[in-house]
């Protein structure tokens, strides 16, 4: 009788997975297109928005009556590390 | 006993009244010895940053093995180059100096073992979490058939660390079969160099030139890494 793997996605794989879902918007979303992009729960995409903010890679701005966030230089940094990342463990079989 | 590839070393630089090819040869072995430790520190650096970045086992088992057998590779080329001065510098070998010798070829072949293991793990590793029973199996037959023929001359040490890459050239092929991705391909085709290059190291032995293609053969496997390191660090988003 064979296991199912359950795929676990890392902290810095969902933080990428965020990081990727506003560059796919331009750089600015809210939290709607976000949390589809990322594929999180509400609650939980808001902890990790909270520390992505203290990070330094995300920034909040107030549009009308939305939150916006936006994508900092830092953040665009972070994605392309992460590529990098991804595709030297990709390379040698490892999942992140 | 002096460790084989030691012998060759001093063998050729120690006469340098006789035709200089043999010690163009050994400062050729020494330079490829060098370029493989810097790529494969190198390649090490890069499994650190990994690291610290996902914190996935298996790049921590890649940042110790390449960093482990760079360290190894580097230490061996100078202390080869301190051993021929000394030599040069006396009429007979003295004993000691061989004592130290094979000291420091037992030390330079367990890096290497070490730094193997770290990688067999690595892919036994990530074959474990991701449930794939058969990959080990294939892996581990793999690995226990590499040794099967039984020569004149064997040093056994070597055998281990042609399973141990028999296992992770294995495991890296079925990867890029799986994965079908340039990088993926220049790691089998790195660890394939890599292995072969041990298996000249073998016959050494019989036939003293395959010290040089071995290590010209290993030097081709680092490049590939290398060329796999320049590609991936090419990336942008």
Redesign the interface.
Known sequence: M????KEYR?K??IYADILNSL?AHGGKSGPTHILLGANLSHDRLMKHLKQLIELGLICEEAESTEKIFKLTDKG?TF???????E?????????? | MIHPQDRKVIQTISHPGENLSPQLLALLVFIMEIVSSFISILVGY??S??YK????K??LF?YMGFMVLGVGIFLRAITAVFFVLAIRTTETLPSSLVSLSNVAGIIFTVTQLGAYSLFTV??AF?AR???QRDLEVVGTVAAAVFPIARLFYIPALELLAISMLGFVTV??LT?WLH?K?L??A??FIGFGFMLFSHLLFLFMIFDEVLLFFGQLVQLAGFMCLLI??A???R???
């Open positions: 064979s296991r199912e793997h890392s810095t794989r560059l665009r994605i392309i590390e992460f590529v990098k990342v595709k030297f463990a990709d390379a040698f079989g490892i999942s992140i | 890069q499994a940053k990994g970045a996902s914190s996935a298996g790049f890649l690595t892919y990530q979490s991701l449930g495991s890296s990867h994965q991705t990088a993926s220049l790691v796999m390191l590609k991936v660090n990336t942008r988003v």
